[in-house]
């Protein structure tokens, strides 16, 4: 069974690197069927799409973030990483690492399933 | 980007009654090569990550109760929980992915018991 899990510290401080990792367990980082994804959810809000990378290179960012994104794969150990620069208060939210569909007739990434049980990460001074 | 807009932002219903959550895209998510609609539906509980309940705006996710079903096409698409069951109580969102636009979800649909 498909597991994953989000790891990284709690409290970051503004301006500075947020640093996430998702470690998957019961499948494979280098799958061709699928993406691998990061979302957040601010606190009492809804749900907003980081990025998707695939095994074959392709890596999609939410335009809204991308100057600040960066989604590494290190496929020996079948983890995910997320790295988000210049950080403020309105980055504290749970982040959640998920599998995404391949969509073969687009190329792009689809729906989310499983996530990750998320790990919340707060910004403060 | 495309937004996804979400009604009612909450809804009560009795146990065993029908509730209906409705999502409506800025553009059409209807990809015409292989006719099918770029849009998910989830579940979440507090506390919990968001569960997978339908894609392609209708296909039900493995698992899923049959009382869960979606419909709709190119820029209007429900959910439809056909009889309320007291463990149906959480937030549900719309999503879609058809690139290569940005993915987005809709703000969320809160469900109680009336």
């Known amino acids: 069974q498909l597991q994953l899990q989000e790891s990284g510290p709690g409290l970051v401080k503004p301006s500075e690197t947020l640093s996430l990792t998702c470690s998957v367990s019961g499948g494979s980082i280098s799958s061709s069927s699928h993406y691998w994804g990061w979302i957040r959810q601010p606190p009492g809000k809804g749900l907003e799409w980081i990025g998707s990378?695939?095994?074959?290179?392709?890596?999609h960012y939410n335009p809204s973030l991308k100057s600040r994104v960066t989604i590494l794969v290190d496929m020996s150990k079948n983890q995910l990483s997320l790295k988000l620069s210049s950080v403020t208060a309105a980055d504290t939210a749970v982040y959640y690492c998920?599998?995404?569909?391949?969509?073969?007739?687009?190329?792009?990434?689809?729906?989310?399933?499983?996530w990750g049980q998320g790990t919340q990460v707060t910004v403060s001074s | 980007d495309i937004v996804m807009t979400q009604s009612p932002d909450s809804l009560a219903v009795s146990l065993g009654e029908r509730a209906t959550i409705n999502c409506k895209s800025s553009?059409?998510?209807?990809?015409?090569?292989?006719?099918?609609?770029?849009l998910a539906w989830y579940q979440q509980k507090p506390g919990q990550p968001p569960k997978l309940l339908i894609y392609?705006?209708?296909t039900r996710e493995s698992g899923v109760p049959d009382r869960f079903s979606g419909s709709g096409s190119g820029t209007d698409f429900t959910l439809t929980i056909s009889s309320l069951q007291a463990e149906d109580v959480a937030v549900y969102y719309c999503h879609h992915y058809y690139s290569p636009h940005a993915l987005t979800f809709g703000g969320g649909t809160k469900v109680e018991i009336k």
């Open positions: 990378f695939h095994y074959s290179g392709k890596i």
């Open positions: 998920g599998r995404e569909y391949y969509d073969f007739w687009s190329g792009y990434p689809g729906w989310f399933d499983p």
């Open positions: 392609w705006a209708s």
């Open positions: 553009q059409s998510v209807l990809y015409s090569s292989n006719n099918k609609n770029y």
